[in-house]
C-alpha cells in the first residue's frame, strides 16, 4: 500500500501562486508515475500534471502549460505542484495520485490517491 498527503491548499488573489506537496509513505518503490488532478465543483475530476517518478517525462494539461510545475523529492518521497499566475478557473480540489503501471498517465486509474487539498483563486 502507499499512502498520499497533500498539504499547500489555500485561498489566493488571482495571479498569485501557491506549492503543493504531496508526501508519499509505504511500498512507494512500486510507483511508476505520480499525478495531479483537481476537481471543481460540479464538474468532473481532471488532469492536471503527471511525471515519472524516476525523474524524467512530464505532462501537463494544455490550460496550465507555462504556469505550473510539477516536480519531486525521491529523497524525501514527496511531489510537488508549483502553481503560478493563478486564475479563478483553477480554483478546485486538488488530488495527488501514484500508479503502479505506466499506462496513459490522463486517465484518472491510478492507484492510489490522496485526500485532496482545496485550491481557492479569488478574483
Known amino acids: 500500500q502507499v499512502r498520499l498527503v497533500e498539504s499547500g491548499g489555500g485561498l489566493v488573489q488571482a495571479g498569485g501562486s501557491l506549492r503543493l506537496s504531496c508526501a508519499a509513505s509505504g511500498r512507494t518503490f512500486s510507483i511508476s508515475v505520480m499525478g495531479w488532478f483537481r476537481q471543481a465543483p460540479g464538474k468532473e475530476r481532471e488532469f492536471v500534471a503527471a511525471m515519472l517518478w524516476s525523474g524524467g517525462s512530464i505532462d501537463y494539461v494544455d490550460s496550465v502549460k507555462g504556469r505550473f510545475t510539477i516536480s519531486r523529492d525521491n529523497a524525501k518521497n514527496t511531489v510537488y505542484l508549483q502553481m503560478n499566475s493563478l486564475k479563478p478557473e483553477d480554483t478546485a480540489v486538488y488530488y495527488c495520485?501514484?500508479?503502479?503501471?505506466?499506462?496513459?498517465?490522463?486517465?484518472?486509474?491510478?492507484?492510489?490517491w490522496g485526500q485532496g487539498t482545496q485550491v481557492t483563486v479569488s478574483s
Open positions: 495520485a501514484a500508479r503502479q503501471s505506466y499506462g496513459s498517465w490522463r486517465y484518472s486509474d491510478y492507484d492510489y
